[in-house]
């Protein structure tokens, strides 16, 4: 059974990066790409980006200018960084095989001072 | 960057009715459809694939059709466990960008 977990802080401050990790279990990470999404509060789903296990990226046009995903096949993980966050980037944050065949359970991050 | 249009917003749906959504593309996206269903406090579910194939478990209440750029959802006879929000999803080209339409939340007439 395919498994995602996400992990990282639930509160990020403005202008600082939010990074989290996507732990992997039950598949190797080496197939497919792997996706971040994301949900604000009340809101529908935003698609970030994708990384494949070559290193491959691609990124939504909303987000292309602060994010980088990145992966670990090693640890069977890949991480998203978003930088110069603001109030608008609250959120939860999933993780998801390809465009979204398994999800993680998602992780609220809250931007806030 | 390839615009989906879900309608109605919401659609207000008697128990044992049938539910029928609708999913537009701003340009073609053949068959690289996606639909997914979402309850409160959970992760989306996907329900259906290649604009008609249910996905591993997806009983055969859940119907998807189309092609192209217009796209529907029919659920039949609505039980309680129906009554969600329902995204589709377009992920055409290679390699995808993909986009989410707005949703349509299913609610209990």
């Known amino acids: 059974q395919v498994q995602l977990q996400e992990s990282g802080p639930g509160l990020v401050k403005p202008s600082e990066t939010l990074s989290l990790t996507c732990t992997v279990s039950?598949?190797?990470?080496?197939?497919?790409?792997w996706s971040w999404i994301r949900q604000p509060p009340g809101k529908g789903l935003e698609w970030i980006g994708y990384i494949f296990d070559t290193g491959s990226t691609n990124y939504s046009p909303s987000f292309k200018s602060r994010v980088t995903i990145s992966v670990d096949t090693s640890k069977n993980q890949f991480s998203l960084n978003l930088t110069s966050v603001t109030a608008a980037d609250t959120a939860v944050y999933y993780c998801?095989?390809?465009?979204?065949?398994?999800w993680g359970q998602g992780t609220l991050v809250i931007v806030s001072s | 960057e390839i615009v989906m249009t879900q309608s109605p917003a919401t659609l207000s749906v008697s128990p044992g009715e049938r539910a029928t959504l609708s999913c537009r593309a701003s340009q073609s996206v053949n068959i690289n459809l996606a639909w997914y269903q979402q309850k409160p406090g959970q992760a989306p579910r996907l329900l259906i694939f290649?604009?008609?194939t249910r996905a591993t478990g997806i009983p055969a209440k859940f119907s998807g059709s189309g092609s192209g750029t217009e796209f529907t959802l029919t659920i039949s006879s609505l039980q309680s466990e129906d009554f969600a929000v329902y995204y589709c999803q377009q992920y055409d080209k290679w390699p995808p960008e993909i986009t989410f339409g707005g949703g349509t939340k299913v609610e209990i007439k």
């Open positions: 290649g604009a008609s």
């Open positions: 039950g598949d190797s990470i080496s197939t497919y790409y």
């Open positions: 998801a095989r390809r465009a979204g065949d398994y």
